[in-house]
């Protein structure tokens, strides 16, 4: 069963950058849609960003022209760069892999540990 490990999170100043790391164990992520799924406390997970097996992007309007996801089939490797932070990007950042019906999305495989990210103003 593939097992997901998110890594790259830390405190940052508002205006900084940080880059979250997404790798697959007992699988490859190659073949699918992967996304980065956020949790502010309080609040409910939410998708900011999703990649196509073919490279193909989508974002959450919170995070469009300041995140960027990325991969790297051969490492196996989905990528969240993310720019110009805020602090209401405070939360803990996870990775899925991700089915599409329609316009909703679905995370598939069970929830890792997740990587948090704290913004401080």
């Known amino acids: 069963q593939v097992q997901l490990v998110e890594s790259g999170g830390g405190l940052v100043q508002a205006g900084g950058s940080l880059r979250l790391s997404c790798a697959a164990s007992?699988?490859?992520?190659?073949?699918?849609?992967v996304g980065w799924y956020r949790q502010a406390p309080g609040k409910p997970r939410e998708l900011v960003a999703h990649?196509?097996?073919?490279?193909?992007?989508n974002y959450a309007d919170s995070v469009k022209g300041r995140f960027t996801i990325s991969r790297d089939n051969d490492k196996s490797t989905v990528y969240l760069q993310m720019n110009s932070l805020k602090p209401e990007d405070t939360a803990v950042y996870y990775c899925?892999?991700?089915?599409?019906?329609?316009?909703?999305?679905?995370?598939?495989?069970?929830w890792g540990q997740g990587t948090r990210v704290t913004v401080s103003s």
């Open positions: 007992g699988s490859t992520l190659s073949t699918n849609r």
């Open positions: 990649i196509g097996s073919g490279g193909s992007t």
């Open positions: 899925n892999i991700v089915y599409a019906s329609g316009s909703s999305y679905y995370a598939v495989v069970s």
